[in-house]
């Protein structure tokens, strides 16, 4: 969320509580005391997305690489043995396939790993017991493939929170939109109270008022604590 987001957020808090607060007030104007509860849903609706934003993918960022690291050792200890095989054989083409090292894996995209692991795999299994004197026996190639295996699972999670995230930044940007089209109709229907309830009104202007002080609100993120739900300071 931006400052921006956050500030437009501390309102929509300070808005619930100031409703929740003076509800009773309300009865009078049904259409003002369903505009703060419907104000309400969307600041737990917001909430629950920042808790999206806040689990973020910095876990599945780490199940990922280090799922990448075990799949390109693996891989490399694959292709050393194909490579001593195919010196042996005197292959030429087969000694430039497998001649690789952590390069030829970091220097090419993410998505792109696997399909190099796999076609190493591929051809282990494909040579099969004659490389058993190098060191690559089925059991390896076995584990490799599960590993591999275990990389696109990790790999699809990591773009799928990415994903989730998108949309949870993408729904509470829609629901603070349609807050501040609420909160117009909310402030027409409370100048009735003006005069009659001067001091509640001039609460009301507060917690209406953007403050640009998100500081306090903020996780290391950048992304405010999601809401327990609001509750009436004491009377």
Known sequence: MTNKGINKYNRLETVVIFGQKNKETFISVPKLGAAFDESELMYKEIGLNIKVLKVGTGGLVELKNNSQEDIIDTS?????????????????????????????????????????????????????????PFGINEHKRVDARAKLTDYIDKFGALNQGKISKKTANATIKMLLTKFDAKLIVIKKLMLGFKKDYAEMYSSFETAATIINSPATRNTDNGTPNPPAPATPPAQ
């Open 76 to 132: 490399l200890v694959i292709a050393g043995g194909i490579f001593a095989y195919a010196v042996e054989k005197n292959n030429i083409e087969l000694k430039k396939f497998s001649d690789l090292n952590s390069r030829d894996f970091t220097r090419i995209r993410d998505s792109q790993v696997p399909l190099l692991a796999e076609a190493i795999i591929d051809k282990s299994d494909s040579i099969g017991d004659d490389l058993i």
